[in-house]
C-alpha cells in the first residue's frame, strides 16, 4: 500500500484552478488491487451488440462466469470499505450513469427512462466491497439503439478509450465514510507516465468550482484508491480520462461526476 499525502501536491497543482487547498485535510490513498478473479466473466445476452430495440423498458439479460453473485467477498479490504451485505454482484451502467447493483443474474434487468437514440451498456463483476474486477475479459460492452421506428442511428466507437465511473456513490456513514474508495473501469487503453491518466478532482459541496477543490490525484496505474478525512456533508468526486498529450478524452466516457453524501457523528476536520 502506497499513501500519498495530496497537501503538496495541491499547494503545487491548485495555481491551475486558483483554488486554496493547502489547508486541506483530505487525503487519497492509492492502494493495490485485491487478489484477483481470473475467470471471472460477465456477458450480456440481451440486447446484441448493434441491436435495435422499442422503447418500452427494454430488458437486459446477463449470464456470469466463474463469478457466484450474492456470497461474500472474504478478504480484510471487506472490514475497511463500504460493503453489501447482499454479496458480490454486477454493476450494471448504462452511458456512464451511475450504476445498478444486480445481485441475480437469473431475472432480467428492465431499462426505465431511456431516451431514443443510440446507448451503451457496460457490465462487469463487483466484489461485495464495491471494487471492481479488472481481469482480462470481465467486462462487456454493447451498443444498442432505442428507437421509435426502424430508423438509422450511429452508436458510439466502443474501440475508442473509455473511462467508466464506479465508485463512489451514494450516501456514506460513520464507519462507511472513513475510507470511501474510488474504483473506475478503463477500456482501449494503458495508464502510464508517457500514456493515458486518470485524474481524481475531489469538490467540497454540490459544484465543482475552483474554491470548493479538496483534493486532487492522478492515476498512472490502473487501481483502486481511498479518500479518507471527509466530514460531514456532500461531496462530487469528478473522474477524467487524459491522453498522452494532456488533452481530455471527449464524450461521456472522458468524463463524468457523481455527488456523494457523508455522514459521521463526530465530523473529522470541524
Known amino acids: 500500500m502506497r499513501i500519498f499525502i495530496l497537501f503538496p501536491l495541491l499547494c ?3 495555481l491551475v484552478f486558483g483554488a486554496d487547498v493547502c489547508s486541506a485535510q483530505v487525503s487519497v490513498v492509492k492502494v493495490e488491487r485485491s487478489k484477483p478473479f481470473p475467470d471471472a466473466r460477465v456477458r450480456v445476452v440481451s440486447p446484441l451488440n448493434g ?12 449470464e456470469v ?3 457466484k453473485p450474492g456470497v461474500q467477498t472474504e478478504t480484510k479490504r471487506k472490514n475497511l470499505v463500504a460493503n453489501s451485505s447482499k454479496g458480490q454482484h454486477v454493476h450494471l451502467i448504462v452511458d456512464n ?3 445498478e447493483a444486480i445481485y441475480d443474474v437469473s431475472k432480467p434487468v428492465v431499462l426505465k427512462n431511456l431516451s431514443v437514440g443510440p446507448h451503451t451498456l457496460v457490465v462487469f463483476p463487483s466484489r461485495s466491497y464495491h471494487e471492481s474486477i479488472k481481469s ?10 432505442v428507437v421509435s421506428s426502424l430508423m438509422a442511428v450511429s452508436p458510439p466507437d466502443l474501440s475508442a478509450p473509455a ?4 465508485r463512489p456513490k451514494g450516501v456514506y ?21 508517457d500514456g493515458y491518466k486518470v485524474k ?24 483502486p484508491a481511498f479518500v479518507t478525512g471527509l466530514k460531514s456533508g456532500k461531496y462530487t468526486f469528478l473522474l477524467e480520462l487524459f491522453d498522452s498529450r494532456g488533452n481530455r478524452v471527449p464524450g461521456i466516457f472522458g468524463s463524468a461526476r457523481r455527488l456523494i453524501q457523508v455522514v459521521r457523528r463526530t465530523s473529522t476536520g470541524g
Do not use: C
Not at 441491436?51 to 446477463?62: C, M, T
Not at 482480462?136 to 439503439?145: I, L, M, Q
Not at 456513514?173 to 507516465?193: I, Q
Open 65 to 67: 462466469f466463474g463469478f
Open 97 to 99: 450513469e451511475p450504476y
Open 163 to 166: 473511462l467508466i465511473y464506479s
Open 51 to 62: 441491436e435495435s430495440v422499442r422503447p418500452f423498458s427494454p430488458e437486459v439479460r446477463l
Open 12 to 14: 503545487a497543482v491548485a
Open 200 to 223: 481524481l478532482f475531489v469538490f467540497e459541496g454540490a459544484r465543482a468550482s475552483r474554491s470548493s477543490l479538496v483534493a486532487l490525484e492522478v492515476f498512472e496505474v490502473w487501481q
Open 136 to 145: 482480462e475479459g470481465a467486462a462487456h460492452v454493447v451498443n444498442f439503439n
Open 173 to 193: 456513514k460513520d464507519k462507511d465514510a472513513e475510507s470511501v474508495m474510488v474504483d473506475f473501469y478503463l477500456r482501449n487503453t494503458t495508464l502510464g507516465p
